[in-house]
């Protein structure tokens, strides 16, 4: 039998689209593309110097995960989340992953546990030198090791198909001034009431991490928890006092196609 042969040039385009992809997905989350910002194709593809197809391709996949929001006739902007919205996604992530704690903790091995306690106490000490980036990795680490030490690949797939919204929402929670610290404390002794093994207090400590979470989560994209008619209803746009009603400038959400309103353009920094 002939061996099958494999040629790289097929991978590029997917490859050249998963940059583009987290490209955007990163100016959305560091806060340079804010809600209700346009996305011009043939201004990002300018920007990042690519062509117009897999910037295309990426807005594409932007809108499966709910980061982004096609108008018909009109254009795709940065979605506007409501209060809703957040407390939908941890409402669901406290559920399923509570439950995976529960189902696969006794799975864990004392080596793994000892491990994500390194790279937390690690995490830690970055932060506290005023870095945030261990803090994030180790976070998402911890909770794909507990989520997957249940063995359930239903559950696993609800929270890949949430995961863009997942790391977005608590990226809104990272921008608050104690949020990150609070975070890497709850998982600490998460890990701590493993080890000994408290099972069920690693799992009620869980799903408290869930609600303080979803509370910073919105704290950090309204500035202030507004009221959930107030929020849905309007579908408000996060605001801050402190941005003084000003928008950042951010890649590609400058424009206004079709004579949109300005007042549907503007919307203030949140961080």
Known sequence: MRATRLT?????????????????????NTGQLQPGNWLRIQELARMLRVSE????????????????ETIPHVGTRVRRFTRRDIEEVFDLREALE?????????RLSEAVLWRLRRQL???????????????????????????GAAGNSRISA????????IRLFAG????????????????????????????PAATRLMCQHMQLAKQQALRGYFGSEPPPAVADRNH???????????????MGGVDNPRGTRASDRHVAADD
Not at 98 to 106: D, E, H, I, P, T
Not at 136 to 142: G, I, K, Q, R, Y
Not at 236 to 250: C, F, L, Q, T, W
Request: hydrophobic letters at 45%; aromatic letters at 4%; proline letters at 6%.
């Open 121 to 147: 106490k690690r995490a830690e000490a970055a932060l506290q030198a005023g870095s945030m980036a261990l803090s994030v990795s180790a976070d998402m680490e911890l909770h794909t090791t507990l989520v």
């Open 53 to 68: 197809t897999p910037v295309r391709e990426a807005l594409i996949r932007l809108q499966q995960s709910g980061i982004v």
């Open 8 to 28: 790289a040039a097929p991978l590029s385009p997917l490859t050249l689209v998963d940059r583009v992809y987290r490209r955007i997905w990163d100016s959305i």
């Open 158 to 165: 609800l929270l890949t198909n949430l995961l863009d919204q």
């Open 172 to 199: 809104f929670g990272n921008r608050t001034p104690d949020g990150p610290r609070r975070f890497l404390e709850m998982h600490l002794r998460i890990v701590d009431l493993l080890l000994k093994p408290d099972i």
């Open 98 to 106: 509570c439950y995976a704690l529960q189902q696969g903790a006794s």
């Open 236 to 250: 408000a746009a996060p605001r801050s006092a402190a941005a003084g009603g000003r928008r950042r400038p951010g």
